[in-house]
């Protein structure tokens, strides 16, 4: 486990830290689950398991965090502070997204609808064991404004969707 620093008497791990994999390779193994994800709020990858081929954990991580950012207003539009899950249902894939210690989210993606209690509940487990692990603190960052954040955004969705050599 490699400790990167301390913030109020916890050690900050690095990311890619051994132990954000294993419990998120005992997740992808008690759910069933196809991937777990442990990502920043700010759209970054932590840390990745289970089968990960098949898609941009960069851009997922990216676009998530945009997601529940807008949720998150949505959220105080209805009276709350935040959601801390959300559930996106497709035709074959799900996602399930939750809040976990310190300033970050795991997402897990599962192919099995009748799988949602079962992956909720280890998902439980696994930001109770994730919160015994320190996760890295936000990063302290100046208000964005509007331009700049659509700059970003539409650089983002650029890249996303550019041809990959095959």
């Known amino acids: 486990m490699a400790t990167v620093g ?3 008497g916890r050690a900050i791990i690095a990311p890619d830290s051994p132990s954000y994999g294993r419990i998120l390779e005992d997740l992808i193994k008690n759910s069933q689950a ?3 994800l ?3 709020k700010q759209g970054t990858v932590l840390a990745k398991a289970g089968e990960t ?3 941009n954990a ?3 991580a990216a676009l998530v965090a945009g997601m529940f950012t807008a949720t998150r207003e949505v959220a105080r539009l209805v009276g709350e502070n935040q959601f801390s899950i959300l559930l996106q249902q497709g035709e074959l894939r799900h996602i399930h997204i939750s809040l976990v210690a310190g300033d970050a989210m795991m997402v897990v993606i599962f192919e ?3 799988r949602i209690g079962l992956i909720r509940h280890c998902a439980k487990k ?3 064991r994730l919160g015994e692990v320190a996760l890295p603190a936000a990063p302290e960052f100046d208000t964005i404004s509007l331009p700049k954040f659509k700059e970003y955004a539409l650089n983002l969705i650029d890249r996303l969707f550019e041809p990959q050599p095959e």
């Open 6 to 8: 301390h913030l109020n």
């Open 34 to 36: 196809l991937t777990a």
């Open 38 to 40: 442990l990502i920043t």
């Open 53 to 55: 081929d098949y898609l």
């Open 58 to 60: 960069t851009a997922v």
């Open 112 to 114: 099995d609808n009748n």
């Open 126 to 128: 696994a930001a109770e």
